[in-house]
């Protein structure tokens, strides 16, 4: 038997050892192959390169010098990276090896990009770019994977130092104050009315507290407001009645909008919406409004102002008073803000009236500031320029500015905001793959969203990628562009859950976060309420929609009059141009003018109704019209009455109706549309006695502007210019203070304006809250002709922050395909405007859309006062504590060798 020597057991162990080496290679190897081929199977593109039996095979294998430009160097790679580099051609973005050559990071060796997807999805970063530092290691990476990984990318919150955060305490109870004082004494007012019922005095009277917990909402049973504090119920049924509907029924009056008309309109066929006959030979009666409960209509309070519960309640039981925080806990309040205000300690803000640095020397503005842009032409009026300043100056610190021009209710626009952002794409389908969802086989995804047809104001079921490829490419054919407006995708109350990276890009962007910031901005009223209380939804909420350069008059891509309840801001994320051909065009001015004569046919025929219901005021007409007038012309001479008409003629093709004078007789006139040239004759002869010289609108529109000059805009008077190519949307923003001129206005006009189904506007709840309204560029001149009204109007362009204080009404028209995100908050100057419209709303019909308290202004600001004033006694106790230990002096001897303090006096912080 051989013996086995030291060398040949020496042999074994190295065999044995390289063995072992090389299978822990080899199972290396087949580790990293895995882990590179490893493909996410939801990917939108279908995946070549496989084999039948799920095995993939890697191809064009190169060096790894060969997959960039400039080469990654290889001095800090480990083998694996290498081996990962040299062997693999996977495509980060789309799981793809077989479309040719990639871009590997040098930064995390790790990423690798294939041109095409470079092409597509990064168009701002070259190859080069790329190679230095990938996408994913700028945290915009926009592929499916990185956009649903939770927590990538989060803003950061600004910092305030404690200083700061007392001025804007004392900010925020310096514009509360007077609110505070009007709440505390109308529920004053009925506490005593209340001790008056029961005989007794008012400080002895003990309100109840109603049960109700803070995760409840409480609203009016009868007018839907919300319920804040002191309110009527019945100890029976629990019907709850607010103060402002206890206060009407005491005066006599339905209260809570009952009994009010909501608008109706009729479905005269698709050839109607562009200017064919209704399909409908006989007028349809709208129908009736909601009509109130007999005993609601005479529903009346006793003698001594007692109100008893409504038939929609139990019908028999007195309402007794009651109240929702403890009471006396609202006078407790006012008592101690109005101590804070009035101390010595308090901080003063700066007066918001004095004027600020957009004007040279008051008040003249200084128009070559690069913080203005103009937006109207006023005659006589300081506020023509908007503040516009850009987001780096912001960042700089413009609060203060901002809050002056703030305070008097003008619009603000900010520039560049997406300069601070990761840039992380906003394009439709980036949007669409964070959404996704993923799916198990036996769930089938939907892909089909509700869309607001632009032209008959319907919604109509369109599948998500149709809408998006249509959202850059426009209208397939020459056709009539449609314009489609995405509804609630996604969701308001979950866009930052489904959509996080994007919505932590939004919030990235917000200029002036003491106001924005939807977590904790300081100045923002609505983030100090209670964690349990339920808050309102404040969005921030996508709008997405097609757009057209061109004012169509009919079906265009534009959000109608209205008034937000809150402040608001509104950024543009991303636009797309579509560029109409010129047969398109022709067809779009071939349609146009069937409009416009629908239009005078039914004007006219509405105008001549008018004439026929105020037969009884006509005198002259000797038994009838004169026969040499003819059928297409009445002229008859009517006392001037509410309708203030004056003229009704053919101008350009259109249907206008003048203001009427201050005479006591007016003529009036009524054109029908004819080919007869002889008619039209007599119209320019008329046109040229009234001193109008035959211009159209658009013609005067243009000699009105033409003498005005622009700042940073390219608007002038409502008309904007023919290249759209900066702007991406245009705004135009009213006044507070023309308000009620622009309601006349619309009621006067309504019939000249179409809603659903492109019918005519023929009644009226609310001018504004209706949003059934959009003013033309001719709407807008007609105006400002009549009114002396003009809107502040601009564009608005990519990364550009448009403010809108509550109470100002406003419209919008997309010029190109946008994707704008808006967010609201509640700021402390404009706290009374919202509870203005919360007594709009609530005289709205019942079915209003808009009747709703959705905000409940007055539980924001009660719970915002209540967290400030407890922040500030913390500070004050804090504030105290330190100064009395940092000027605390030694005890020191006297010269009659007693011992006491020295008599250095602290001085308050506060009033620093």
């Known amino acids: 038997m051989a013996t086995a020597t030291k060398e040949d057991y020496r042999e074994e162990d190295d065999h044995r050892g390289s063995s072992i080496r090389r299978c822990d290679q080899d199972q290396e190897d087949k580790e990293t192959k895995e882990k590179i081929i490893d493909i996410d199977d939801e990917e939108d593109e279908p995946r070549a390169g496989r084999r039948s039996n799920g095995s993939r095979r890697l191809r064009n294998q190169r060096p790894l010098g060969s997959y960039t430009d400039e080469g990654l160097g290889d001095e800090k790679m480990t083998k694996k990276e290498k081996r990962t580099f040299m062997v693999s051609l996977m495509c980060h973005q789309c799981q793809r090896n077989d479309k040719g050559r990639v871009v590997s990071c040098s930064k995390c060796k790790r990423k690798r990009f294939c041109i095409p997807c470079i092409t597509r999805w990064y168009?701002?970063?070259?190859?080069?770019?790329?190679?230095?530092?990938?996408?994913?290691?700028?945290?915009?990476?926009?592929?499916?994977?990185?956009?649903?990984?939770?927590?990538?990318?989060?803003?950061?919150?600004?910092?305030?130092?404690?200083?700061?955060?007392?001025?804007?305490?004392?900010?925020?109870?310096?514009?509360?104050?007077?609110?505070?004082?009007?709440?505390?004494?109308?529920?004053?007012?009925?506490?005593?009315?209340?001790?008056?019922?029961?005989?007794?005095?008012?400080?002895?009277?003990?309100?109840?507290?109603?049960?109700?917990?803070?995760?409840?909402?409480?609203?009016?049973?009868?007018?839907?407001?919300?319920?804040?504090?002191?309110?009527?119920?019945?100890?029976?049924?629990?019907?709850?009645?607010?103060?402002?509907?206890?206060?009407?029924?005491?005066?006599?009056?339905?209260?809570?909008?009952?009994?009010?008309?909501?608008?109706?309109?009729?479905?005269?066929?698709?050839?109607?919406?562009?200017?064919?006959?209704?399909?409908?030979?006989?007028?349809?009666?709208?129908?009736?409004?909601?009509?109130?409960?007999?005993?609601?209509?005479?529903?009346?309070?006793?003698?001594?102002?007692?109100?008893?519960?409504?038939?929609?309640?139990?019908?028999?039981?007195?309402?007794?008073?009651?109240?929702?925080?403890?009471?006396?806990?609202?006078?407790?309040?006012?008592?101690?803000?109005?101590?804070?205000?009035?101390?010595?300690?308090?901080?003063?803000?700066?007066?918001?009236?004095?004027?600020?640095?957009?004007?040279?020397?008051?008040?003249?503005?200084?128009?070559?500031?690069s913080m203005l842009?103009?937006?109207?032409?006023?005659?006589?009026?300081?506020?023509?320029?908007?503040?516009?300043?850009?987001?780096?100056?912001?960042?700089?610190?413009?609060?203060?500015?901002?809050?002056?021009?703030?305070?008097?209710?003008?619009?603000?626009?900010?520039?560049?905001?997406?300069?601070?952002?990761?840039?992380?794409?906003?394009?439709?389908?980036?949007?669409?793959?964070?959404?996704?969802?993923?799916?198990?086989?036996?769930?089938?995804?939907?892909?089909?969203?509700?869309?607001?047809n632009c032209l008959h104001w319907c919604e109509v079921e369109i599948n998500i990628h149709q809408f998006f490829t249509r959202y850059a490419e426009g209208s397939p054919g020459d056709e009539w562009p449609v314009m489609l407006k995405l509804k609630d995708w996604p969701s308001s109350t979950n866009f930052e859950e489904r959509l996080a990276r994007h919505g932590a890009e939004f919030n990235a962007a917000l200029p002036f976060k003491e106001y924005t910031d939807p977590r904790s901005g300081i100045l923002n009223l609505a983030v100090k309420l209670p964690k349990r209380v339920i808050k309102p939804d404040l969005g921030p909420k996508s709008y997405i929609a097609y757009g057209f350069s061109e004012e169509l008059g009919r079906g265009d891509s534009v959000t109608k009059l209205h008034c937000d309840m809150a402040d608001a801001v509104n950024i543009l994320m991303h636009t797309a141009e579509v560029t109409p051909s010129a047969q398109q065009l022709a067809y779009i001015e071939k349609l146009k003018k069937k409009h416009r004569d629908q239009d005078i046919r039914e004007q006219c025929s509405v105008w001549k109704e008018v004439l026929h219901s105020k037969s009884q005021v006509v005198t002259g007409l000797n038994g009838g019209i004169g026969a040499e007038e003819?059928?297409?012309?009445?002229?008859?001479?009517?006392?001037?009455?509410?309708?203030?008409?004056?003229?009704?003629?053919?101008?350009?093709?259109?249907?206008?109706?003048?203001?009427?004078?201050?005479?006591?007789?007016?003529?009036?006139?009524?054109?029908?549309?004819?080919?007869?040239?002889?008619?039209?004759?007599?119209?320019?002869?008329?046109?040229?006695?009234?001193?109008?010289?035959?211009?159209?609108?658009?013609?005067?529109?243009?000699?009105?502007?033409?003498?005005?000059?622009?700042?940073?805009?390219?608007?002038?008077?409502?008309?904007?210019?023919?290249?759209?190519?900066?702007?991406?949307?245009?705004?135009?923003?009213?006044?507070?203070?023309?308000?009620?001129?622009?309601?006349?206005?619309?009621?006067?006009?309504?019939?000249?304006?179409?809603?659903?189904?492109?019918?005519?506007?023929?009644?009226?709840?609310?001018?504004?809250?209706?949003?059934?309204?959009?003013?033309?560029?001719?709407?807008?001149?007609?105006?400002?002709?009549?009114?002396?009204?003009?809107?502040?109007?601009?564009?608005?362009?990519?990364?550009?922050?448009?403010?809108?204080?509550?109470?100002?009404?406003?419209?919008?028209?997309?010029?190109?395909?946008?994707?704008?995100?808006?967010?609201?908050?509640?700021?402390?100057?404009?706290?009374?405007?919202?509870e203005r419209l919360t007594k709009e709303f609530r005289e709205l019909p019942h079915e209003h859309k808009a009747k709703e308290d959705k905000l409940e202004v007055k539980k924001i600001a009660l719970h915002a006062l209540m967290t400030v004033v407890k922040c500030l006694e913390e500070y004050k106790s804090e504030t105290k504590a330190k100064t009395d230990v940092k000027d605390e002096s030694p005890v020191k001897k006297t010269r009659n060798g007693k011992r006491g303090r020295s008599k250095k006096r602290a001085r308050s912080q506060w009033s620093s």
């Open 123 to 369: 168009p701002q970063l070259s190859e080069a770019e790329i190679a230095i530092k990938c996408p994913v290691c700028r945290n915009y990476c926009n592929c499916k994977r990185c956009l649903r990984i939770p927590g990538i990318f989060k803003y950061e919150e600004k910092t305030i130092s404690e200083r700061e955060k007392f001025k804007h305490y004392c900010y925020i109870l310096e514009k509360l104050l007077p609110w505070l004082k009007d709440f505390h004494e109308d529920q004053m007012a009925e506490k005593d009315l209340e001790a008056k019922i029961q005989g007794i005095d008012p400080t002895k009277l003990v309100v109840k507290k109603a049960q109700c917990g803070l995760d409840e909402r409480a609203y009016c049973d009868n007018c839907r407001t919300s319920i804040v504090d002191f309110h009527r119920s019945c100890p029976c049924c629990s019907y709850d009645l607010c103060l402002y509907c206890c206060r009407q029924v005491r005066q006599g009056v339905v209260p809570g909008g009952y009994g009010k008309p909501l608008p109706q309109f009729i479905f005269r066929g698709t050839k109607y919406f562009h200017g064919g006959p209704p399909q409908i030979s006989s007028p349809i009666k709208p129908d009736e409004p909601e009509a109130p409960h007999e005993a609601t209509r005479e529903w009346k309070a006793d003698s001594d102002g007692s109100i008893h519960c409504p038939t929609g309640g139990c019908g028999s039981a007195t309402l007794e008073l009651r109240c929702m925080f403890e009471d006396g806990q609202i006078y407790k309040l006012l008592k101690t803000t109005s101590a804070i205000v009035g101390s010595h300690d308090f901080a003063k803000p700066p007066d918001a009236s004095s004027s600020c640095s957009c004007f040279s020397l008051p008040p003249h503005v200084d128009s070559g500031s």
């Open 373 to 452: 842009r103009k937006a109207a032409h006023r005659v006589h009026s300081d506020d023509n320029y908007l503040y516009c300043p850009i987001a780096r100056d912001v960042k700089q610190g413009e609060l203060q500015h901002f809050q002056e021009h703030w305070t008097k209710g003008e619009p603000v626009i900010v520039r560049n905001v997406l300069e601070f952002t990761t840039g992380l794409s906003w394009e439709p389908m980036v949007m669409w793959r964070a959404l996704r969802e993923k799916k198990t086989r036996a769930q089938v995804e939907n892909f089909d969203v509700n869309a607001v």
């Open 630 to 834: 003819g059928p297409t012309e009445a002229v008859v001479k009517v006392e001037a009455d509410s309708l203030a008409i004056s003229n009704c003629e053919i101008q350009g093709n259109f249907c206008s109706v003048a203001t009427a004078t201050a005479d006591s007789n007016t003529q009036y006139s009524c054109e029908q549309s004819s080919e007869d040239p002889t008619l039209n004759k007599k119209a320019g002869e008329k046109r040229k006695k009234s001193g109008e010289g035959g211009k159209t609108g658009e013609k005067r529109l243009k000699d009105e502007g033409s003498s005005e000059s622009t700042h940073q805009s390219p608007v002038t008077n409502g008309q904007t210019k023919e290249n759209h190519s900066e702007g991406g949307a245009l705004w135009d923003i009213f006044r507070r203070e023309d308000v009620p001129k622009l309601e006349e206005y619309l009621k006067k006009h309504c019939r000249e304006f179409r809603d659903v189904y492109c019918s005519p506007v023929e009644e009226v709840a609310h001018p504004i809250h209706d949003q059934s309204f959009y003013l033309s560029s001719e709407h807008k001149r007609k105006l400002k002709e009549e009114y002396g009204v003009e809107p502040w109007t601009f564009e608005q362009k990519i990364g550009e922050a448009v403010f809108i204080p509550a109470g100002c009404p406003h419209q919008v028209r997309n010029l190109k395909s946008c994707i704008k995100v808006a967010l609201d908050f509640v700021s402390p100057e404009n706290i009374t405007e919202c």
